[in-house]
Each structure stands twice: as structure tokens, then as C-alpha cells.
């Protein structure tokens, strides 16, 4: 009976304290970055992005070589 209870009291809490939190000062989701930055993040991720679309390149090409060497197998 006591867990129960104890239960619904922290869920009703952990329901709530959002709403309460964003009625008050302060509750915010993104701190504002400057300018340079954000550029620094884009660039940093565009080179991550081509990085992988390479080795992912990479990968599907040494597939189909291995892919390609080996015999053809028919069904009967």
C-alpha cells in the first residue's frame, strides 16, 4: 500500500514539475550561441558528413569487388 502510494506521489510529481518549472524564470531549452559558433559546428559537421559518406563509398565498392569474384551459384 505504502509503494503504491509512494508511486502515484512521484508520478504526479514528475508530471507536474515541467509545467511548474516553465511558469517560473529561467526555464530555458537552447542556450543562444554566437555566430562563430554555429559556423565552427556546420563545418565541423558537413567534414564529418563527407567523411562518411566516403568510408561508406569505400565499403560498398570493396563489397562489390568481393560480391563480384565470387561464382555465380544457380538454384536447381
Excluded: W
Excluded at 12 to 27: K, N, T
Aim: proline share 1%; aromatic share 6%; net charge negative.
Amino acid at each position: 500500500m505504502f509503494q503504491k502510494g509512494l508511486s502515484v506521489v512521484l508520478l504526479l510529481c514528475a508530471l507536474f514539475s515541467g509545467q511548474l518549472l516553465a511558469s517560473g524564470h529561467g526555464h530555458e531549452f537552447y542556450d543562444v550561441q554566437n555566430a562563430d559558433h554555429l559556423l565552427r559546428h556546420s563545418a565541423d559537421s558537413d567534414e564529418i558528413r563527407a567523411r562518411t559518406r566516403e568510408a561508406a563509398d569505400e565499403l560498398r565498392e570493396g563489397h562489390h569487388n568481393v560480391k563480384d569474384r565470387k561464382p555465380e551459384v544457380t538454384h536447381l
